[in-house]
């Protein structure tokens, strides 16, 4: 499934190269969608049969790092290729690259144990989202910010003039860098402590107060407070993408539980894309950071609250 989702990928990305149609653009970017979906949840079922608990405490926190340190690549090759105005290369290089990383996951010979599939139950699913319903809604409203700030901050930064415009791609891409101490710290806190949800909650809660605080800041003060938002909102959302989908998936369960919580974030995600543009016309950048710091407060109480599930879990293992 994974190797098929990254030769989906490559090719749809070096297809995307040559088109000038729209409608052929929104066909080959649904398709490129369906075709990601197709490896962060499979390989969290790797990890959730072939390693014990504590190998996955460490390596499950270490896999957000791929998604961020992505992102910075990302927007520093956006603000090269603006300048040369060849955005193809934005296209072919991911795809060429994405075939590459496909030969070396192929030979990697990596997959989870071989297992008799029961098919897909719709009893097993709305058991599933009894369960899981404070963690689906947590991530909507995590990954409504949190996308939403991946696609727009630039924009912020170009509109409010935080920097000159020639220099919004490299500060953009520094500030994901500097977002990368958000998931050091977050890795050490949980293996430190062993409490996903408490560190969840507070790193979430941070996040918040300092989306707010921009608000009634500008220029220097504003970026300062926009990368310590980026830290601790990177740690949280790696840990709800991450380590929280293992701790609440049944045994067998650990792909179909991640693909479900990485759905929600990504579908509201999407709605952030297309939504946070047209409320900036209407009302301007405030209202927007307010919302995010009261989406973000609603999922750190909602999951603190949670926070006996994942103790009541750490006493049946022992």
């Not at 072939?50 to 690549?73: E, H, N």
């Not at 719709?122 to 990954?143: H, K, N, P």
């Amino acid at each position: 499934m994974i190797s098929v989702g990254l030769l989906t990928i490559a090719l749809v990305n070096i297809a995307f190269a040559f088109q000038t149609s729209l409608i052929v653009m929104l066909l080959l970017w649904g398709i490129n969608g369906i075709a990601q979906s197709a490896g962060w949840a499979p390989m969290f079922r790797i990890l959730a049969e072939r390693l014990d608990k504590s190998q996955i405490k460490r390596v499950s926190t270490i896999m957000p790092f791929s998604y961020v340190a992505g992102t910075a690549i990302t927007w520093k090759l956006i603000a090269i290729i603006s300048d040369n105005d060849n955005w193809q290369i934005a296209f072919w290089l991911p795809g060429i690259l994405t075939l590459g990383v496909l030969a070396f996951w192929w030979k990697s010979h990596i997959d989870a144990p071989p297992k008799t599939s029961q098919g897909i139950r719709l009893a097993d699913i709305t058991s599933e989202i009894r369960t899981i319903w404070f963690a689906l809604v947590s991530t909507a409203m995590a990954g409504f910010v949190f996308n939403g700030i991946i696609i727009w901050l630039p924009t912020y930064i170009l509109d409010t003039g935080l920097v000159p415009e020639n220099w919004i791609g490299f500060v953009a891409a520094i500030l994901q860098l500097i977002a990368i101490i958000g998931l050091i710290l977050a890795r050490i806190w949980v293996i430190r402590t062993n409490q996903v949800f408490v560190t969840t909650a507070t790193l979430l809660g941070i996040t918040s107060v300092a989306l707010f605080l921009v608000v009634f800041v500008s220029h220097l003060s504003a970026l300062l407070i926009i990368s310590i938002a980026l830290i601790s909102l990177n740690g949280a959302f790696g840990l709800v993408v991450s380590f929280i989908p293992l701790i609440l998936s049944p045994p067998g369960r650990a792909s179909s539980i991640t693909g479900t919580i990485n759905m929600m974030s990504n579908f509201f995600g999407g709605m952030a894309g297309f939504t946070i543009g047209g409320l900036v016309e209407s009302s301007g950048w405030q209202p927007i950071f307010g919302l995010w710091a009261l989406l973000l407060l609603s999922a750190s109480v909602l999951i603190w609250f949670k926070r006996a599930e994942e103790t009541k879990q750490q006493r049946n293992e022992l």
